[in-house]
């Protein structure tokens, strides 16, 4: 392809080849003995090849979704909400557009379309032996559950399942996080900030600073991997000369996509300790590329 291959396959391939601002003003870290706030029920999602199980409805506000698997590959799940006076056809419609067109001008109208149509509410990417948690605002109303590995694969029969948040209770995201993560477009273009990203259990506050929806992606990587040799890679990709695959596939987990403004809590349980990259596919709503190609990228190591 061009961008469906792309956005599908960069993930294997570039893997392969390695076997604060506005917004968060006042916001600090501290370790793990001084974390303050409360927490809210989690909502528990289960994702796999039979499906995706979660309630019909929970409470709204402050959310936090609680994510497991027993698919072997790992699953992705990504919530959204169609805007006022959209339909979830159309939002699925142009979703398909970004995901799957071999025409890069397509693949950019269709993620700018969602951009404009719906909210990113986040999700979290999670292997059976690493759950993970996203909690962020979301106002009462429906909201969507999409496996979005599945979609990726089929677009022909969304797997997704509505969600009725009612009235809930407000309360600060994380007065405390261990770290904060920023995606904001630079000169250079799109990038991660990063601020006291160093526990692998650590809690990530990420916010979008920028004006596209992004994802934070922790792909583990070998130790001594340079963001230089990851762009190596992804421009080797993008001139049609992909590096060879083969061995099992990393650990790859995650913050599903959000909105620009938007601010989520990302937790990943039992992470192993190692070095990761901070990666972002989500296409460009301009050039259609994913954002990695474009230097959204950044290595941490996790203690």
């Known amino acids: 392809m061009y961008t469906a291959l792309l956005f599908r396959g960069a993930r294997a391939a570039a893997v392969a080849a390695l076997a604060l601002t506005s917004g968060l003003t006042g916001i600090g870290t501290a370790d793990a003995t001084g974390r303050t706030g409360s927490a809210p029920v989690p909502i528990e999602v289960r994702i796999g090849a039979s499906g995706i199980q979660a309630p019909a409805s929970a409470p709204g506000g402050l ?6 698997t027993d698919d072997p590959a790992g699953r992705a799940l990504q919530v959204f909400r169609p805007k006022a006076g959209i339909t979830l056809d159309q ?9 799957a067109s071999t025409d890069p001008a397509d693949t950019a109208n269709g993620i700018s379309a969602v951009e404009h149509e719906a909210e990113a509410l986040g999700g979290v990417t999670v292997v059976p032996a690493v759950a993970g948690s996203a909690t962020t605002e979301i106002s009462p109303g429906t909201v ?5 590995t599945a979609f990726l694969q089929d677009q ?4 997704l399942r509505s969600l009725e948040l009612c009235a809930g209770p407000s309360a ?3 007065e405390f996080p261990d770290g904060i993560v920023i995606t904001e477009e630079t000169a250079g273009g799109p990038r991660f900030r990063t ?5 692998a259990d650590g809690r990530f506050l990420v916010h979008n600073a920028s004006d596209e929806i992004h994802e934070m ?17 992804y421009d080797a990709i993008l001139a049609g000369n992909p590096p060879p695959q083969g061995g099992p596939a990393p650990l790859s987990v995650g913050l599903g996509g959000i909105s620009p403004g938007r601010t989520a809590l990302y937790h990943a349980e039992h992470l192993p300790p190692g070095t990761y990259a901070l990666i972002c596919f ?19 190591v996790l203690a």
């Open 63 to 68: 959310v936090t979704f609680h994510v497991t």
């Open 91 to 99: 939002v699925l419609a142009d979703f398909t557009k970004a995901v």
């Open 144 to 148: 969507y559950l999409l496996d979005f």
């Open 156 to 159: 022909s029969a969304p797997v």
């Open 172 to 174: 600060d995201l994380a």
């Open 195 to 199: 601020e006291n990203v160093t526990l």
């Open 217 to 233: 992606t922790l792909q583990q990587v070998p130790d001594g991997t340079t963001d230089a040799q990851l762009q190596a890679i």
């Open 282 to 300: 989500v296409p460009d709503h301009e050039s259609g590329l994913p954002h990695a190609f474009l230097g959204m990228h950044k290595v941490v």
